[in-house]
């Protein structure tokens, strides 16, 4: 028996003040959860956090108090970051250039549309599957980050007795929880959508991968009187706007199927986009297909498991 297959890592979102913690291991390699958590931080978890003094030490306490007070035993882990924190395009280049050539463009594109210079960015990218046979032209999935971003992060993870494995970003955490956890056709397009308290995160996926992202904030006059109404009608307009703009189809549903999830998944929501468009949507399942220990089955049964796609997502990554 290999090491990995007895390693064991926490998968941690934060989401403004929603802290969720997934521990997963791996057997023959087999994904396992052995235990959840969720809690919140004292201070949202914001763009204004990486300036402050001593902030990152906040967290750390706040990250160590929930591990503590479940009684987790893992030591690695995997962070995913707000996606509103970084940026995510898609960028044709040549097909035939080499991967220096393809570092080079990517480089060239950044700088076009960055604010600051390149060097205080980090960029990552890879090269997207496609359906496209015979085109001229692939597709890289390049995400840039502030190095400060990330070594905030990495700050937190010094405060506390946890090693830092792999930094995610959410809509990729949540889409990986959905490969796992689902059979979805496998040449349609799927819409994932995440809807937190002030924003909501619409992903789209092709064949199983990336095709788009796109995220839009709840307007000012969203309140507790008329959320579920606002909610829907905001989510329908960009869903349709989404697949008019980028040549998906006519209607919502050319869609295969639509899966919700995050902290703000409510029934009104999903019932008032079920009456309006005849296509499968559902809250997301995190844990649909994965093994679970006895002991987590009915404490599961009993939360809002759409709450969690981020930190299984993360531990799926982490496990990786």
Same mark, same amino acid.
């Given at each position: 028996?290999? #090491?990995?297959?007895n390693?064991?890592?926490?998968?941690i979102?934060?989401?403004?003040?929603q $802290?969720r913690?997934?521990e997963?291991?791996k057997?023959?390699?087999?994904?396992?959860i052995?235990?959840? /958590?969720n809690?919140r931080?004292?201070r949202?978890?914001?763009?204004?956090?990486?300036?402050g003094?001593?902030?990152?030490?906040?967290?750390?306490e706040d990250?160590?108090r929930?591990?503590?007070?479940q009684?987790?035993?893992v030591k690695?882990a995997?962070?995913s970051?707000d996606?509103r924190?970084?940026l995510?395009?898609k960028i044709? &280049?040549?097909?035939y250039?080499?991967e220096?050539?393809?570092e080079?463009q990517?480089?060239?594109? &950044?700088r076009? +549309?960055?604010i600051?210079? &390149?060097?205080?960015y980090? =960029?990552?990218?890879? @090269?997207?599957?496609?359906s496209?046979?015979?085109?001229a =032209?692939?597709?890289?999935l *390049?995400?840039? &980050?502030?190095?400060?971003?990330?070594? +905030? *992060?990495?700050q937190?993870f010094?405060h506390?007795d946890?090693q %830092?494995k792999?930094?995610d970003v959410?809509?990729?955490s949540?889409q990986r929880?959905l @490969?796992?956890?689902y059979?979805?056709?496998?040449v349609?397009?799927?819409? $994932?959508?995440?809807?937190?308290?002030?924003?909501?995160?619409f992903?789209? %996926?092709e064949?199983?991968?990336?095709?788009?992202?796109?995220e =839009?904030p709840?307007p000012?006059? !969203?309140t507790l009187d !008329?959320?579920?109404?606002?909610?829907?009608? %905001?989510?329908?307009k960009?869903l349709?706007?989404?697949?008019?703009?980028? #040549?998906?189809?006519r209607? =919502?549903?050319d869609l295969?199927?639509?899966?919700?999830?995050?902290? /703000?998944?409510?029934d009104?929501? %999903?019932?008032?986009? @079920? !009456?309006t468009?005849?296509?499968?949507?559902?809250? /997301?399942?995190p844990f649909?297909k994965v093994?679970?220990?006895?002991?987590?089955?009915? @404490?599961?049964n009993?939360?809002r498991?759409?709450?969690f796609m981020?930190s299984v997502?993360a531990?799926?990554?982490g496990i990786q």
């Open positions: 028996m290999t #090491q990995m297959e390693a064991g890592v926490l998968g979102s934060l989401i403004y003040d $802290l913690i997934v997963g291991e057997h023959s390699n087999e994904f396992q052995t235990q959840i /958590a809690g931080v004292r949202p978890f914001t763009f204004e956090v990486f300036s003094k001593n902030l990152a030490r906040r967290f750390a990250i160590t929930l591990c503590e007070t009684g987790f035993q690695e995997a962070f970051l996606s924190m970084v995510i395009k044709p &280049v040549d097909q250039l080499n220096s050539k393809i080079d990517i480089i060239w594109e &950044v076009q +549309f960055a600051s210079p &390149v060097n205080e980090i =960029v990552d990218f890879e @090269q997207l599957k496609s496209q046979d015979g085109s =032209v692939k597709h890289m *390049v995400v840039i &980050v502030r190095k400060r971003i990330v070594e +905030f *992060v990495k937190i010094k506390t946890l %830092l792999v930094v959410d809509i990729f949540a929880a @490969q796992l956890n059979d979805y056709n496998k349609g397009r799927v819409g $994932l959508i995440e809807i937190e308290e002030k924003k909501v995160n992903s789209i %996926l064949g199983r991968n990336y095709f788009l992202s796109h =839009v709840f000012a006059n !969203n !008329n959320r579920d109404d606002t909610t829907t009608q %905001l989510i329908s960009e349709r706007r989404i697949i008019l703009d980028h #040549q998906i189809g209607t =919502v549903e295969s199927e639509i899966y919700l999830y995050g902290e /703000a998944v409510e009104g929501v %999903l019932e008032g986009l @079920q !009456n468009y005849n296509v499968r949507i559902d809250r /997301a399942n649909k093994k679970l220990v006895t002991k987590l089955r009915d @404490q599961i009993e939360t498991s759409e709450r981020i997502g531990a799926i990554r």
